[in-house]
């Protein structure tokens, strides 16, 4: 019995009578690495908060090394043995250089400074922190700052570090990053204990913990878990795509594991129970549809921050695209390639230095341009937006932007209603309810409201799902479904393919602080090959209906459910005993 | 006086607050007088003193006036006795104002931490600034209709961020289209 | 002002300008240290003799460090209208002492009021120039550090001088990151066609109402952040009031006895002239 940590029948509540975590058991065994998964508000961060004593059981006992943490003399001891990271970087570092911070805690633990001297070295080298020591924090990316607090961990020395969400505020490149440290750190024996939303985080895990509403209700290996796709989804969490194409293919093609979850695995499967079926052709959409007008037209854009001063960065070299009326178009990019910083040129807020931006016929470089009708008519949620309510109450907060426009206040009144209910809030319950008491789901859903209700011609999203939960955020992507289909055209930050192939009709291909080009979702469906190339990795069904058209599977589709259809109208599924006869 | 790691972070980001106001003068409400603008870089000093006590009020004002007298461009500020001493009691004349009438009515308690805070902050720093000898009471009468502004404004922000964050209902807990019908 | 919603513009906070002077290479408590004293010495001096060596003090610390005079005054330059306006105010309308030395209707130049206002103009640039020479030479941490040390005394009174260096870490460590949380609160009422830029310069009312808005919610961020940063401090084993190693460690010099010699000679020179 070699557990590091012992969950026993343990039960918590913030508020007397409404228990957050209900008779909850489980043990961690020393080296491994777990993955604590569960809807949002399902208590993983409670369960959490108990592996290293900031929260103590109401009922149960949690023990740490065979230590109780309800033990008072031995705090220490715990804090020593278990180390946190959390999901915003910059609410952990306490600091103003980044050795600093790295000794923090090992100057709280009263360690000689020759000996603090070491490990901070130590941790900054493994960390690759070591060339940025001296930096200020803010100076520092998302990526880096995780991994900052990940080097205050190591450091410590701790055997067991528990990540909360600590990649979910992460770019992709950011949180490969923190996931290579974390995998390094479990070679060398950390034991990992990792909340996360992503699924293929969860595939990096050894265990698979599922909590729903404060009580473990799965557990087991990741293969087995994501096996229970039904129940999955019932508990409001996602599956990895692949797994969803196997889940849907099983039942047509039993060759095909329900459990897959590897690209691969599903290929090897069909090839084998199943054969391509002679092309039969089927309208194709692929003729061009007429193109709408043009609304916003970026030419040669640049833009330098904080121009004049030390600090002055070029952080936009140079962006050409244009977007038409009533289209999607998604923007990608690696971290700090510019993206956010073209969209606050779309609606006016920066104005261009170099080069035109014309956004619905105003052209922003003109001085006496119509800068209201732009902000009126192109509405804009930048990333993060649920910080960034500052009225008390949501029927104020989302009034905000009708009142500007110097509206009748019984005609603000339709357009809160208008908004709310665009984003499937229930206007007399939502409108007097105060900002404080919403859902982190529900805030961003009234953010976009306060947008929406403005009536804009074109919607500009930066990153809406980052640090959404999976059905939090598909319901929103199911929103810009319809507004889309209503004629407004959307804009949209992304760091996930999955996203572009879901809405998009165009991508905008960002690097190195410039567009690289624009290519309709279509074409890159067909070729996936010119994702790789712009060095983004090419999402699971993508890269399955690659390897079966090599095949000769005449598939393609973008969503789990198309990419079945397609797949189950291009193949003759061998019968079943014949299938190793076959082969021979 | 213990500090708890709570008091000490309440502490640091208010201080953050104050200086961050200071420096992008977002704090400074452009008024014709001798002191040129309304200021309301108190503010964090009051509420600190509200939610966690007179200490971190009195490390809060240290703060407030640290920064004023670094970042003065007049010779009176630049003088820590008028910058820095008369700061270091903004914070405990708010918490009193504030525990006073806690009982009574919170929302009230609130309002009058900030009204006597500020109003603290105007008499302490006039005084100092007569005491020293720049200005005489005469002159110094011109501030007034700017400490009216600097009352206000505290009142208003102490009331508005205290409640929220302690959860208290402010008003009729009705939006402003709650007054109209469809 | 804000027109171009930068706020990082503004944080000059910790501008360390590197080199190798003597000022960059004395320990910071005794920078810390003398910069004070000498303050505290400058704000009590009345007469014109005292202040002229102080000047001249003064003057020869700025050129020992090397650090430029006019990027030191800079700040001053867009108060300058305000600040001569003042220095009038103090030299024609301050009480008449001593004698006078011109006068019309009701405007007067005593010795005194000219006193007044040369010293104080004078008492101005040298703090000004003083604080320069300490900021600039000496990075933030040490900064921070210079003061829980020099204050360590203090201690034995029960002031809690390391935790008062810990809230000014943390507060100059989130200053930056509050002033991009404010950028973006102002974008995202700009964006939604309200915000600061909209009032007039100097209707009051409307200047402050377009301010709350933006002061609110920064308030309640930065209380929010706190929550998370209490859990994320104990976690790494933090405990206020205990002892705590340091992992800079400073041992003064006999360079460092000399300067702070100096600087004691000088202060109390500069009170008996
Ligand atoms: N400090 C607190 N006081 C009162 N209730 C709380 C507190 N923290 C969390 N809760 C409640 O406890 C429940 C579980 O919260 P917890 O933060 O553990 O969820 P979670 O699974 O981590 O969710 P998420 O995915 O959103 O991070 C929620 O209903 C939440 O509202
Ligand atoms: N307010 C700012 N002040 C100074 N530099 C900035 C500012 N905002 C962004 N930058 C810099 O400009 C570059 C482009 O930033 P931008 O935010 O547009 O990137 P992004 O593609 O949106 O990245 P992310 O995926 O991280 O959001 C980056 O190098 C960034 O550090
Ligand atoms: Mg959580
Ligand atoms: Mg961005």
Request: with cysteine; hydrophobic share 45%.
């Amino acid at each position: 019995m070699d557990n590091i940590i012992a969950v026993d029948h343990v039960t918590f509540s913030y508020v007397e009578g409404t228990p957050v975590l209900r008779d909850v058991s489980l043990s961690v065994s020393r080296g491994a690495y777990v993955a604590l998964l569960g809807a949002n508000g399902s208590g993983k961060s409670t369960l959490a908060r108990h592996f290293n004593g900031i929260l103590l059981p109401a009922t149960g006992t949690v023990t740490v090394d065979g230590i109780d943490t309800r033990d008072d003399a031995k705090k220490m001891e715990i804090k020593r043995r278990v180390g946190m990271v959390f999901q915003h970087p910059d609410n952990q570092i306490v600091a103003t250089t980044v050795e600093d911070d790295v000794a923090f805690g090992l100057e709280n633990f009263n360690m000689p400074p020759d000996a603090i001297a070491e490990r901070v070295a130590l941790a900054l080298e493994q960390t690759g922190l070591w060339p940025y020591r001296t930096r200020p924090p803010h100076l520092l990316s998302g990526g880096q700052k995780q991994r900052l607090a990940i080097a205050g961990a190591l450091a410590m020395d701790q055997p067991v570090v528990v990540l909360d969400e600590a990649t979910s505020m992460l770019d992709a490149s950011g949180r490969r990053e923190v996931l290579r440290l974390v995998r390094q750190l479990n070679n060398q024996g950390t034991t990992i204990i990792a909340v996360t939303h992503h699924m293929d985080e969860v595939l990096e895990a050894d265990d698979v913990i599922v909590l729903h509403d404060g009580s473990v209700v799965m557990s087991g290996s990741p293969r087995a878990v994501f096996q229970q796709n039904q129940r999955l989804r019932e508990l409001n969490l996602d599956v990895p795509l692949i797994s969803q194409v196997a889940g849907l293919l099983h039942e047509k093609v039993p060759g095909v594991p329900a459990e897959a979850t590897d690209v691969e695995e599903v290929v090897m499967a069909v090839l084998e129970s199943t054969r391509p079926a002679p092309h039969r052709e089927h309208s194709s959409s692929d003729h061009e549809s007429p193109r709408e007008a043009p609304c916003i037209v970026v030419r040669e854009l640049a833009h330098e921050y904080l121009r004049g001063t030390p600090l002055a960065h070029q952080g936009l070299k140079r962006a050409d695209f244009i977007i038409h009326e009533g289209e999607a178009v998604a923007i990608v990019g690696a971290t700090g390639s510019g993206k956010s910083t073209v969209m606050q040129h779309l609606n006016g807020i920066y104005r261009p230095q170099a080069g035109t931006v014309v956004a619905v016929e105003v052209d922003l470089g003109q001085p006496n341009a119509n800068i209201p009708k732009v902000r009126r008519e192109v509405g804009m949620l930048f990333q993060n937006p649920e910080d960034q309510l500052f009225e008390q109450l949501v029927g104020d907060d989302v009034a905000y932007g009708p009142m500007q426009l110097k509206l009748q206040l019984k005609e603000v009144r339709q357009r809160v209603r208008y908004g709310l209910e665009m984003v499937g809030l229930d206007f007399e319950a939502f409108m007097d309810r105060p900002i404080y008491a919403l859902s982190g789901g529900e805030k961003r859903r009234v953010a976009l409201a306060g947008v929406l209700a403005l009536k804009p011609k074109v919607l500009v999203l930066d990153e809406p799902t980052a640090g959404l939960d999976p059905a939090t955020a598909q319901d929103l992507f199911r929103r810009l479904h319809r507004l889309k289909a209503e004629g407004v055209a959307v804009v949209f930050v992304t760091h996930n393919l999955e996203e572009v192939l879901d809405l998009a009709d165009r991508v905008v291909m960002m690097q190195d602080a410039e567009t690289q080009g624009t290519y309709a979702v279509d074409e890159l469906i067909k070729e996936p090959d010119i994702i790789a190339r712009h060095g983004f990795e090419v999402p699971s069904i993508l890269r399955l209906q690659q390897q079966l058209r090599k095949h000769g599977y005449a598939v393609s589709g973008r969503t789990p459910e198309a990419v079945v259809d397609s797949l189950l109208n291009s193949m003759d599924i061998l019968p079943a005993r014949e299938t190793s006869g076959d082969l021979r | 006086m213990k500090l708890t790691t709570k008091k000490i972070v309440v502490a640091a980001v208010l201080a953050a607050i104050s200086i961050l106001l200071g420096v992008t003068r977002l704090g400074y409400i452009p008024v014709p007088n001798v002191a040129g603008n309304a200021t309301i870089m108190g503010v964090p000093v009051y509420i600190g003193a509200v939610l966690e006590g007179w200490p971190v009020g009195v490390i809060l004002g240290f703060i407030f006036g640290l920064s004023s007298f670094l970042g003065a461009t007049v010779p009176m500020f630049k003088d820590p006795l008028v910058s820095i001493l008369p700061r270091l009691l903004i914070g405990i004349t708010p918490y009193l104002a504030y525990i006073a009438v806690r009982k009574k009515n919170e929302i009230m308690a609130y309002g009058l931490a900030g009204l006597v805070g500020s109003l603290s902050n105007t008499v302490f720093v006039v005084g100092a600034i007569i005491l020293r000898g720049y200005y005489t009471f005469h002159q110094m009468l011109t501030v007034i209709p700017q400490a009216i502004a600097e009352a206000i404004l505290s009142v208003i922000l102490t009331v508005a961020v205290c409640a929220a964050w302690n959860r208290v209902q402010l008003g009729s807990g009705k939006s402003k289209i709650s007054s109209v019908s469809d | 002002m804000t027109e171009d919603f930068e706020l990082l513009r503004y944080i000059t906070i910790g501008q360390y300008l590197p080199g190798h002077s003597i000022a960059h290479r004395l320990d910071p408590a005794v920078k810390l240290f003398s910069a004070i004293i000498l303050i505290l010495t400058i704000a009590f001096l009345s007469n014109y003799l005292a202040n002229a060596l102080a000047f001249a003090i003064v003057l020869g610390l700025v050129a020992l460090s090397g650090v430029p005079i006019g990027y030191s005054l800079s700040g001053l330059r867009p108060a300058l209208w305000f600040i001569i306006a003042l220095l009038l105010l103090e030299l024609l309308f301050s009480p008449v002492k001593g004698t006078v030395l011109w006068h019309y209707a009701v405007l007067h130049v005593s010795t005194y009021s000219l006193r007044l206002t040369v010293t104080s103009l004078l008492r101005l640039i040298d703090f000004i120039l003083l604080i320069s020479v300490f900021t600039l030479t000496t990075r933030t941490n040490d900064v921070t550090r210079a003061m829980e040390r020099i204050s360590s005394p203090l201690q034995y009174l029960k002031v809690p001088t390391r935790e008062l260096a810990l809230i000014m870490t943390i507060a100059l460590r989130f200053v930056p990151t509050f002033a991009l949380e404010m950028e973006r609160i102002m974008k995202a009422q700009a964006s939604r066609g309200g915000g600061l830029t909209q009032a007039p310069k100097w209707n009051i009312v409307a200047q402050a109402r377009a301010r709350l808005p933006l002061i609110i919610p920064l308030f309640l961020i930065a209380l929010r952040r706190a929550e998370d940063l209490v859990i994320a401090m104990e976690s790494r084993g933090y405990v206020p009031n205990q002892e705590r190693t340091a992992y800079r460690q400073y041992h003064l010099v006999l360079r460092d006895w000399v300067a702070l010699g100096i600087a004691v000679v000088l202060c109390v020179g500069l009170i008996v002239v």
